[in-house]
């Protein structure tokens, strides 16, 4: 290498020496022989051999730094940088004097991928986000090792930062965590994401000795009011959206480290909760359980819009603020499809009847587009468990 008037360039790349001093190697005149030396004076080792090294240096992707004689560093792009390269997502504007290419990476957006360990003061299970938010919350309540709200939160933005619309789903619910950090998300961002929990109502087993020492069992009254989904997740979901603890008082503190405000200020979100129950398949398909079932048809088109909870007198309906409609009794037909077809925002219809003929006759009457499901056989077969022979 030599130092030139417009920085140090490449001369050559010399041969693997084996030798004990490295001054026995004698550079080309008016160059230096520049080695892998590191901070502290000791040798290191080069990370490309000098046939990697000649193609590197051909294709731009070389890089010297400072002169500072045999000591000056030399920098390599890594094969991921020379992708984007290649890939035309940096743009090359030219060369320096050293021959590494000069690209543009001003309208890049880099992308991270998150580690499998954080240690960051607002991710503590026992810290602000975590068993003292949850307290605040829900006084006098506890849950063991419930996740911080910013853990959550951080987590769910690496996937739903660019999806304000996202359905986030969690089967193991817990203290309700998830949730929560779906509002927090929305409103830092503008977002409306919509999250659907699902947990148990179980005990802790402690508590379970000890309201059997009482004389009380599952399915009792009391033991139900101190199971999770009632003690801790449905009150937890409540005092964050309405800012108010289960004792009607104002929630004290503040949501913490980005975008500081009150706790009791709350959220603008909604929420519903359901209680899922086994019916009956033969009262199901004689239609007698339609407001069993009314929810999760509900769930099936988004959980978004009006929800139809109950048999209408005519036959057959679509709300004006729903996204789905019911045909109830197939001699409407006529009502129904006509209705449907002034509307372009449904995405939905279900249609109650025992005969795939008839089924079939309405669903050509309907717009192709409109996605279609036959109650109630269509709906036992989905939810079918434990039938096989």
Request: net charge negative; proline share 6%; aromatic share 10%.
């Amino acid at each position: 290498m030599r130092n030139t008037d417009d920085g140090p360039v490449f001369d050559s790349i010399g041969e693997s020496h084996l030798g004990a001093r490295r001054g026995d190697v004698l550079p080309p005149p008016g160059c230096v022989a520049v080695w892998p030396l590191l901070l502290n004076g000791t040798e290191g080792r080069w990370q490309v051999g000098p046939s990697m090294l000649a193609d590197l240096i051909q294709r731009g992707y070389v890089k010297i730094g400072r002169w500072r004689d045999e000591r000056t560093a030399i920098s390599y792009l890594k094969r991921g940088e020379q992708q984007k390269v290649e890939a035309g997502t940096f743009p090359i504007l030219g060369r320096r004097s050293d021959g590494s290419v000069l690209v543009d990476s001003s309208d890049y957006e880099p992308v991270f991928v998150p580690g499998t360990q954080w240690r960051i003061t607002s991710h503590e299970a026992g810290g602000p986000g975590g068993s003292k938010l949850l307290h605040a919350l829900i006084p006098g309540r506890s849950f063991p090792f419930p996740k911080s709200l910013y853990a959550v939160e951080d987590a769910l933005r690496f996937f739903v930062a660019d999806k304000p619309n996202a359905l986030v789903v969690d089967f193991f619910a817990g203290s309700g965590t998830t949730a929560h950090a779906v509002m927090l998300l929305n409103r830092k961002d503008g977002g409306a994401r919509r999250c659907v929990l699902v947990t148990n109502n179980e005990v802790s087993p402690d508590e379970g000795k000890q309201l059997q020492r009482r004389g009380l069992r599952p399915g009792d009254a009391e033991w139900s009011a101190l199971g999770i989904c009632d003690y801790i997740t449905k009150p937890r979901i409540q005092a964050a959206i309405t800012g108010r603890t289960p004792g009607d008082q104002p929630i004290a503190g503040n949501y913490t480290f980005v975008d500081e405000f009150p706790m009791e200020k709350g959220f603008a979100e909604n929420a519903e909760f359901f209680t899922l129950t086994y019916e009956d398949p033969s009262l199901v398909s004689l239609g007698r359980r339609f407001e069993a079932i009314a929810p999760l048809l509900w769930l099936r088109v988004g959980a978004v819009g009006e929800r139809i909870d109950h048999v209408a007198e005519g036959g057959w309906a679509i709300p004006s603020d729903a996204v789905y409609g019911v045909l109830f009794d197939t001699s409407a037909w006529g009502a129904f499809v006509a209705a449907a077809a002034l509307r372009d925002d449904l995405v939905h219809a279900f249609v109650v009847t025992d005969s795939i003929v008839e089924y079939q006759q309405v669903v050509a009457r309907l717009d192709p587009s409109l996605k279609t499901t036959r109650l109630y056989a269509d709906y036992l077969r989905s939810f079918e468990i434990n039938t096989g022979a």
